[in-house]
């Protein structure tokens, strides 16, 4: 059974950045897509980016690809990994943020997912 475990969560100031990172362990995501996925208070998952298993296309959604940026480390290792990179972060960027695999990035960023880790919590607020 895939797992997806999301690290590097936490408390930011506005303006400042965090990265988090992914790890999949049960299973191969060698040639599958990683993405992330946020859920903010009170509203419904959401796509934020997502990542080819080969070639390294992405898909960002709207007003976020330039403050964020999405890769990963090997594709054919079990282990994995996925990061993202978030700059000049916004209060309104305080959510749960989910690693996510599926089977390509297009169809991800069209919420189309296979196994969703449990989430790491990022707050943005002075």
């Known amino acids: 059974q895939m797992r997806l475990v999301e690290s590097g969560g936490g408390l930011v100031e506005p303006g400042g950045s965090l990265r988090l990172s992914c790890a999949a362990s049960?299973?191969?995501?060698?040639?599958?897509?990683m993405g992330w996925f946020r859920q903010r208070p009170g509203q419904l998952r959401e796509f934020v980016v997502s990542?080819?298993?080969?070639?390294?296309?992405?898909?960002?959604?709207d007003g976020i690809e330039d403050r964020f940026t999405i890769a990963r480390d090997g594709g054919e290792s079990t282990d994995s990994v996925a990061f993202l990179q978030m700059n000049s972060l916004k209060p309104e960027d305080t959510a749960v943020y989910y690693c996510?695999?599926?089977?390509?990035?297009?169809?991800?960023?069209?919420?189309?997912?296979?196994?969703w880790g449990d989430g790491t919590q990022v707050t943005v607020s002075s």
């Open positions: 996510v695999t599926g089977h390509t990035a297009y169809s991800m960023s069209r919420g189309s997912v296979d196994y």
């Open positions: 049960g299973g191969t995501v060698s040639g599958y897509a």
């Open positions: 990542i080819s298993g080969i070639g390294g296309t992405t898909y960002y959604a």
